[in-house]
């Protein structure tokens, strides 16, 4: 398989968390029973949230892995398509995520932070998608 397909199958995974975390910060947000106008501005503000997390933080991710992965030789396993500390990240969000449900934080809370986070994805996964498609035609 190309690098080509290997960017985009890290932008699947992305895009697909990335929508998972954000109807699942929606139905917290639900269910937390809030005033429409206040339900709007928690998801107003978490939006921006995400949209910052994205430009500023996962959008230069996004760029090092496309370049690290368009820089391996092929044949590539799966496993070797991220450094250890890209996975050691992704760990740590997951024990975040777990510790906001342990530690019984209010659904607002675990809302806002899910929509954000799952808009960053979102945005991360579909540039990971353009990277893919870009460097299809490149080569």
């Known amino acids: ?4 397909f290997y960017i985009a199958f890290s932008g ?8 998972y975390l954000l109807f699942k910060g929606v139905d917290f947000l639900n269910k937390s029973n809030l005033k429409p106008i206040n339900f709007s501005l928690i998801i107003m503000a978490s939006l921006l949230v995400g949209l910052l997390k994205e430009k500023y933080i996962l959008k230069k991710t996004v760029k090092r892995i496309s370049k ?6 092929l044949p590539v396993s799966v496993f070797k398509i991220y450094d250890i500390k890209f996975y050691v990240i ?4 997951i024990i ?4 906001l449900k342990w530690l019984s934080f209010p659904l607002i ?4 932070i899910d929509v954000a986070i799952g808009l960053a994805l979102i945005k991360g996964g579909s540039s990971f998608l353009y990277n893919s498609i870009y460097l299809k035609k490149a080569l």
């Open 68 to 73: 690290r992965i368009h820089s391996l030789t």
């Open 12 to 19: 699947v995974i992305w895009l697909s968390i990335g929508v």
């Open 96 to 99: 975040l995520g777990q510790l």
């Open 109 to 112: 809370i675990r809302g806002g």
């Open 1 to 4: 398989m190309r690098q080509g």
């Open 90 to 93: 992704i760990f740590m969000m």
